[in-house]
T-cell receptor
Framework: GENVEQHPSTLSVQEGDSAVIKCTYS??????FPWYKQELGKRPQLIID?????GEKKDQRIAVTLNKTAKHFSLHITETQPEDSAVYFC????????????FGKGTLLTVNP | DSGVTQTPKHLITATGQRVTLRCSPR?????VYWYQQSLDQGLQFLIQ???????AKGNILERFSAQQFPDLHSELNLSSLELGDSALYFC????????????FGPGTRLTVL
């Protein structure tokens, strides 16, 4: 089955700096890659996603890149703010008749004011 | 607010007991997914239903079962509870028109004493 590795597990940056979180996946059939932000005790919230026919997608300060050949994708957050502090999860989904998500272990991002 | 609702928010019970968690998907979504989140295992897919039928199974124990009713709400039944079943249980929903995109409910925090 699919396996998703996520790095780093913790990331601390100064306000205004950029943050990059990287994930690799194992199943070449995976074709959908969402990123979720989760604050303590809350639901995972979708912040951006990318499909395998696209190499890059941007939404204001957040961008995701996908390299299908290398089977890795990354989340980039620019001009970080304290409210960006949370746990970020990457996930992969293989399509077919079900769209279950396989998640990475998460990255705790701390943005220091 | 994702539009996905879950009840109850918190559940405290004893080992050996049985509980039922309830999920109502977003209006129009036919698919419901259940995930378990624990500190040691992360976010793990349990089971998916689509329009009343089981579509995919993940790491779901035999003591756990689920169903989706004609009105599309879903219930996750956990029996013979053990201390290790303590976790956050999330349900998510998606529709075909939206592709794979899954929206998560607020979760049920289960504590087994």
């Amino acid at each position: 089955g699919e396996n998703v590795e996520q790095h780093p597990s913790t990331l601390s940056v100064q306000e205004g700096d950029s943050a990059v979180i990287k994930c690799t996946y194992s199943d070449s059939a995976s074709n959908y890659f969402p990123w979720y932000k989760q604050e303590l005790g809350k639901r995972p919230q979708l912040i951006i996603d990318i499909r395998s026919n696209v190499g890059e997608k941007k939404d204001q300060r957040i961008a995701v890149t996908l390299n299908k050949t290398a089977k890795h994708f990354s989340l980039h957050i620019t001009e970080t703010q304290p409210e960006d502090s949370a746990v970020y999860f990457c996930a992969a989904s293989g399509g077919g008749s079900n769209y279950k998500l396989t998640f990475g272990k998460g990255t705790l991002l701390t943005v220091n004011p | 607010d994702s539009g996905v609702t879950q009840t109850p928010k918190h559940l405290i019970t004893a080992t050996g007991q049985r509980v039922t968690l309830r999920c109502s998907p977003r209006s129009g979504d036919l698919s419901v997914y259940w995930y378990q989140q624990s500190l040691d295992q992360g976010l793990q897919f349990l089971i998916q239903y689509y329009n009343g039928e089981e579509r995919a199974k993940g790491n779901i124990l035999e003591r756990f079962s689920a169903q989706q009713f004609p009105d599309l709400h879903s219930e996750l039944n956990l029996s013979s509870l053990e201390l290790g079943d303590s976790a956050l249980y999330f349900c998510a929903s998606s529709d075909l028109a939206g592709g794979h995109t899954q929206y998560f409910g607020p979760g049920t925090r289960l504590t087994v004493l």
